[in-house]
Each structure stands twice: as structure tokens, then as C-alpha cells.
């Protein structure tokens, strides 16, 4: 698993690619822990890279969603492949999140968001 954490503002882009897994995850919570501000309200969390993720990545990606919600803020998830999106909504994850086809689009909608 590769993560690619930017921010400008108070937003942030979370890139992940590879497995998110019971034995990535951990890793990617520190990342997320350490990577990004205090000052972040907004983050598109873009998984157009992403091969796998289980109910350990589901877990840290509402955690993150927890968080932003606390600061007035919110995640979106970004270009998702097929089988991903499917697993975000049997989980649910739809009517936590919103889900963009592309990241041209949840770029729109944070900006958006957070008055840009």
C-alpha cells in the first residue's frame, strides 16, 4: 500500500493505492494520524489505485470521516474501481459518503464545500 497525503488550506487529498488491509491499515491510520493538520476540514480521500480494502481499511476511512465531521468539514471519496465501490455500498458507505466517479468531480464539490 502506497499513501500520498497533500494538503493546501484546509484541504487535504488522501491517494491510496494498493491493499488496504487488516495488515496495511494500521499503517495508514499512523499516516493519516501524522500527515494530516489539525487545521484539515475537508479531504478527498482518492482510491482510484486502490486493488483491495476489507473491513479494517472501512474502518479507518469512517474514523477519518468522524474526524473531519467534528471540525465542520467532511471526506469524499474519489474514483473508486467497480468491486470497491460495490463493498462501500453493501457496507453502507454510501449514506456516509459522498462518492464522486472521478476526481475532477469531488474536487469540484469540495471546492465548493469549503468556499473556494
Avoid: C, W
Avoid at 480494502?53 to 474514523?63: D, E
Amino acid at each position: 500500500m502506497e499513501v500520498e497525503i497533500t494538503t493546501e488550506g484546509d484541504s487535504s487529498h488522501i491517494s491510496v493505492t494498493g491493499r488496504i488491509d487488516s495488515y496495511s491499515s494500521p499503517d495508514l491510520e499512523k499516516q493519516i494520524d501524522e500527515k494530516l493538520p489539525e487545521t484539515a476540514k475537508f479531504a478527498i480521500l482518492n482510491l482510484a489505485g486502490l486493488e483491495y480494502i476489507s473491513s479494517a481499511g472501512l474502518r479507518i476511512i469512517l474514523m477519518l470521516q468522524k474526524r473531519l465531521k467534528v471540525r465542520g468539514g467532511e471526506a469524499v471519496i474519489a474514483a473508486p474501481p467497480d468491486f470497491v465501490k460495490k463493498i462501500l455500498h453493501i457496507s453502507g458507505f454510501n449514506s456516509i459518503f459522498q462518492i464522486f466517479e472521478t476526481l475532477d468531480q469531488a474536487t469540484a464539490y469540495m471546492k465548493k464545500q469549503a468556499g473556494v
